[in-house]
């Protein structure tokens, strides 16, 4: 198959440029069906004249229907979108991709989506929904689940499938962050537990706080608890932050978001700020799994998406081994760039 591509690429280059962008329209239509023409031109990154001409094509081959609402996908639309993956994945090289990154970071596994979260978000749908199939079949081998909270953590779970494992525990691995409610670790816990038809435990406490106050607040035998199942996790499922953007996400003052410029700070994960040789440069002082019994947790899976999340990973030394990373095409390029 790989053969076959390589010569229809050199032979006739313009169809493989079609296929990408019929099935970039398709999947957009997708994930934010019913869609205008003007928002699918702005989405695929086209002008309008070439998206209207391909989803006229596209609905003459009856994979498209267009209502005053908006365009949307056919059941044979939805079908074919489902066959093509494998194909798409051929065409852009991912498994070769796959490898190569792989091999850079020193992971236990990868898995490359197609797309570029930074200019596609609903590539993040697509990273939530490989996650849920890497998790599923390890499930059987999982007493407790510590899970992150965030944006791509959230597509894990919405997109994970009901199942039943009722003897699983499902805890938040940190503190809340920000206001947003349904991306909070505590939400994702309760959310994926329910998945699960498992049972939950909640971190009613801030991700960050006083170190004086952190040292009464863990005293407390119910925080203990909590804590306790945490660190006993069997799987830890976490999204990967841009270290700048973390810090402004936990309100830091601009004192501060400079002092960790200043030190090079790049990746953050778990209230953990790594320069790019994986360097700790700048710790907070957080409620939740702590860095240090991460090596006893069985099945790390890491979650990110869009390519200004390359050097965040490059960042994580000291726990690449043992993670499973979850990322899109465009983090896996930019990796190859830096360091390919």
């Known amino acids: 198959m790989e053969d076959f591509l390589e010569l229809l690429k050199r032979i006739t280059p313009e169809i493989i440029e079609i296929f990408e962008?019929?099935?970039?329209?398709?999947k957009n239509v997708k994930y934010y069906q019913p869609i205008g023409r003007r928002m699918l031109a702005e989405r695929v990154k086209l002008s309008e004249r070439i998206v209207r001409n391909e989803v006229d094509i596209l609905r003459s081959l009856g994979l498209l229907t267009i209502t005053?609402?908006?365009?949307?996908l056919t059941n044979e639309g939805e079908d074919l979108?489902?066959?093509?993956?494998?194909?798409?994945?051929?065409i852009k090289g991912l498994e070769i991709l796959r490898q190569r990154v792989k091999d850079i970071l020193g992971a236990k596994d990868i898995i490359v989506v197609p797309g570029d979260a930074d200019t596609n978000p609903y590539v993040l749908r697509e990273l939530g929904i490989a996650a849920g199939k890497v998790i599923l079949p390890l499930l059987s081998d999982v007493k407790i689940i510590a899970v992150t909270g965030g944006q791509t953590v959230k597509e894990v779970v919405d997109n994970f499938?009901?199942?039943?494992?009722?003897?699983i525990l499902v805890v938040p691995a940190r503190g809340g962050i920000g206001q947003e409610v349904e991306k909070q670790a505590n939400t994702l816990a309760a959310s994926l537990a329910k998945k699960l038809s498992g049972r939950y435990k909640l971190l009613h406490l801030p991700d960050t706080m006083d170190e004086e106050v952190y040292k009464l607040i863990v005293r407390k035998e119910e925080v203990q608890d909590v804590l306790n199942d945490i660190n006993n996790a069997d799987m830890l499922i976490f999204g990967i932050g841009n270290a700048i953007e973390m810090a402004k996400r936990r309100k830091f003052s601009e004192e501060m978001i400079e002092k960790l410029k200043e030190v090079g700070a790049i990746g953050e994960i778990f209230g953990y700020y790594f320069d790019e040789d994986g360097n700790i440069v700048y710790s907070t002082t957080t409620v939740g799994i702590k860095l240090e019994k991460i090596k006893n947790i069985k099945y790390m899976i890491g979650v990110?998406?869009?390519a200004h999340k390359a050097e965040a990973i490059l960042s994580l030394n000291g726990i690449k081994h043992n993670?499973?990373?979850?990322?899109?095409?465009?983090?896996?390029?930019?990796?190859l760039s830096i360091k390919g």
């Open 21 to 26: 962008r019929r099935y970039d329209i398709l």
């Open 68 to 72: 005053e609402n908006g365009t949307f």
């Open 81 to 90: 979108l489902e066959k093509l993956s494998n194909i798409v994945y051929d």
């Open 161 to 167: 499938p009901n199942c039943s494992f009722k003897d």
């Open 304 to 306: 990110a998406g869009g």
């Open 323 to 335: 993670t499973i990373f979850v990322i899109d095409e465009g983090i896996a390029r930019r990796i």
